[in-house]
């Protein structure tokens, strides 16, 4: 399994802007599906956006598609996500997640066997 470690969370004021990154250790990498989800108390984790191995797919939950860029770079193990326009509905725990083996991308939390630790993001309003 590929280890994922997220980092890039913190606290931002409403309308500014924080980028995750996801750094992966293991030769999977680059034949992986990677996603981030979210998390807040109470609730279940949701999808925000997925990006397929070659970067040719990507994926968007629609409350976050125009606000959120997901990115990747094979040559160094690391998937980011852009946020920018930050809303407090955005405080969450982002967790990226690798889909190993597959060559589309996927919204779907079961399809990903490893999980990073997750980060806190907090935006006030």
């Known amino acids: 399994q590929v280890q994922l470690v997220e980092s890039g969370g913190g606290l931002v004021q409403a309308g500014g802007s924080l980028k995750l990154s996801c750094a992966a250790s293991?030769?999977?990498?680059?034949?992986?599906?990677m996603g981030w989800f979210r998390q807040t108390p109470g609730k279940e984790r949701e999808f925000v956006a997925s990006?397929?191995?070659?970067?040719?797919?990507?994926y968007y939950a629609s409350s976050v598609k125009g606000r959120f860029t997901v990115s990747r770079d094979n040559a160094k193990n690391v998937v980011y996500l852009e946020m920018n326009n930050l809303r407090p509905e955005d405080t969450a725990v982002y967790y990226c997640a690798a889909d190993q083996g597959t060559t589309g991308a996927s919204a779907q939390l079961s399809r990903y066997e490893s999980w990073g630790q997750g980060t806190q993001v907090t935006v006030s309003s």
């Open positions: 990006i397929s191995r070659s970067g040719g797919i990507i």
């Open positions: 293991g030769r999977t990498f680059s034949t992986s599906a």
